[in-house]
Nanobody, 124 residues
Framework: QVRLVESGGGLVQPGGSLRLSCAAS????????MGWYRQAPGKQRELLAA???????TYADSVTGRFIISRDNAKNMASLQMNSLKPEDTAVYYC??????????????????WGQGTQVTVSG
């Protein structure tokens, strides 16, 4: 089993910045992909930025040029630097990871995991 723990949400004024972090823990063999989603009230959860299984990165058009995703492979962490925040960025932000974990000394299983979410509110 894998646990994803997010941190760094909060209240910020328009034009401000926040940095979200996500730490993965558990019996991890490899993190194949990792990224950030958000869900605003009454809206579907949307992908914002991710490191893909192919080794690249992808960003939603709505955050390109404002948000930057980074990762620390040694710590199984990914971060999202959010700049020039707008009121429409207000949402619950979720970390997502595609992880392979050990099931025995020689076997692994691949699953997708979600963090508990962290609230980001842009107001003021």
């Amino acid at each position: 089993q894998v646990r994803l723990v997010e941190s760094g949400g909060g209240l910020v004024q328009p034009g401000g910045s926040l940095r979200l972090s996500c730490a993965a823990s558990g019996n991890i063999f490899s993190i194949n992909a990792m990224g950030w989603y958000r869900q605003a009230p009454g809206k579907q959860r949307e992908l914002l930025a991710a490191f893909t299984s192919g080794g690249g990165t992808t960003y939603a058009d709505s955050v390109t040029g404002r948000f930057i995703i980074s990762r620390d492979n040694a710590k199984n962490m990914a971060s999202l630097q959010m700049n020039s925040l707008k009121p429409e960025d207000t949402a619950v932000y979720y970390c997502n990871a595609d992880v392979s974990t050990w099931t025995s000394s020689t076997a692994t299983i691949r699953k997708t995991y979600w963090g508990q979410g962290t609230q980001v509110t842009v107001s003021g």
